[in-house]
């Protein structure tokens, strides 16, 4: 079965650089989710969109954008990229109020 | 707003024992609750989750959690545990109406040889 696909899966940039996060749900899901997990964390709701509409805001900073495109895949953009900006992200994607399925994440590391 | 609480960073149990995980949660209105596990590096994956109905839920890998709305808990358990179910896991709520899950803390558990 289909699953969450996320890319890339790592990636490595210097403070104050920009960085795109894609993220290519499981088909005929309606919902997408970004979360963020920093090392021994548990992941934070960032955003999330139903049916390409923003839906939901948790703690993204206003340096970080998101959006869902046509075909239902989304980005998250990160610009001015701060040490403290490194984790993994996640994308996960839920039919109506199910359960959400997570992709394997993108390891983002600002040096 | 919508809460849970993973009162325990570590559980060890010796393989073959039955294990809990536990899991205790606040919403305003009905939950809906979930079980993730996360192995190093990898995607959290989905265990089980209760709705509505029985509040006994079964799901993967023999993993079952109950349901108690007079104690607000959704305590993950299992009846043997294995080596392979060393991981992290993570409890989710989500609140009537609310589309985002909330997760706890995460309880590592160490299955014991």
């Known amino acids: 079965a289909a699953g969450v696909i996320q890319s890339p899966r790592h990636l490595i940039k210097e403070k104050r650089e920009t960085a795109t996060l894609k993220c290519y749900p499981i088909p005929r899901h309606d919902t997408v989710y970004w979360y963020q997990q920093g090392p021994g964390q548990d992941p934070q709701f960032l955003i999330s969109?139903?049916?390409?509409?923003?839906?939901d805001k948790g703690s993204i900073p206003d340096r970080f954008s998101a959006q869902q495109f046509s075909d239902y895949h989304s980005e998250l953009n990160m610009s001015s990229l701060e040490l403290g900006d490194s984790a993994l992200y996640f994308c996960?994607?839920?039919?109506?109020?199910?359960?959400?399925?997570f992709g394997e994440g993108s390891r983002l590391t600002v040096l | 707003a919508q809460s849970v609480a993973q009162p325990e960073d570590q559980v060890n149990v010796a393989e073959g024992n039955p294990l809990t995980v536990k899991c205790t949660y606040s919403?305003?209105?009905?939950?809906?609750l979930f079980w993730y596990v996360q192995y190093p590096n990898r995607g959290l994956q989905f265990l089980l989750k209760y709705i509505t109905g029985d509040n006994l839920v079964k799901g993967s890998y023999g993993f079952e959690a109950e349901f108690n709305k007079s104690q607000t808990s959704f305590h993950l358990k299992k009846p043997s545990a294995l080596v392979s179910d060393s991981a992290l896991y993570f409890c989710a709520v989500r609140d009537t109406g609310n589309e985002k899950l909330t997760f706890g803390t995460g309880t590592r558990l160490t299955i014991i040889p």
């Open positions: 996960a994607s839920s039919l109506k109020a199910g359960e959400l399925f």
């Open positions: 969109f139903y049916e390409k509409m923003q839906s």
């Open positions: 919403v305003s209105g009905n939950p809906y």
